[in-house]
């Protein structure tokens, strides 16, 4: 029925096409749409800070007025206080994606020294050569 639905319509439909698009008629995939999973798939893999950093520049340029405008030295103390306290949580969240990826490396490199020794086997010694099947000697 997909078919002549598709035909009606002057499209050919392919039953590997729907299932690759989840049964969604209609969809087709497009550079438009391999570009959209292609962010959302980067996106994921981005920590915080690096959307706070690509704000930094903007906050800049907003906060740069206010550096001109000594009229009011409280007015000036208050932004000046903003533009630092952004910049400080800037960087204590630098800091904090630093140590979540410097674990998650640690947390890799194990699992792939494991991997490397068989298992873990050879690196930990978790068998006794007593407690090996088959070895009677």
């Known amino acids: ?5 598709g035909a009606a319509r002057g ?12 049964g969604v008629p209609g969809h087709a995939k497009t ?7 292609a962010m959302r798939e980067a996106n994921g893999r981005r920590p915080f800070s690096f959307y706070l950093l690509l ?6 340029i ?3 007025p206010v550096f001109y405008t000594r009229d009011d030295p409280k007015r000036f103390a208050l932004h000046l206080s ?12 630098a800091l904090a994606d630093m140590v979540d990826i410097g674990r998650r490396h640690v947390a890799e490199r194990r699992e792939v ?3 490397a020794l068989g298992g873990g086997r050879l690196g930990g010694r978790s068998e006794r050569p007593a407690d090996v099947e088959g070895d009677e000697s």
């Open 1 to 5: 029925m997909a078919a002549r639905l």
């Open 11 to 22: 499209i050919l439909w392919v039953e590997t096409a729907m299932e690759e698009s989840h």
């Open 31 to 37: 550079l438009g749409w391999y570009f959209r999973k």
């Open 55 to 60: 704000v930094i520049p903007v906050v800049l």
């Open 62 to 64: 907003l906060a740069a």
């Open 82 to 93: 903003l533009v630092f306290l952004f910049l400080f949580v800037i960087v204590l969240r």
């Open 113 to 115: 020294w494991n991997e």
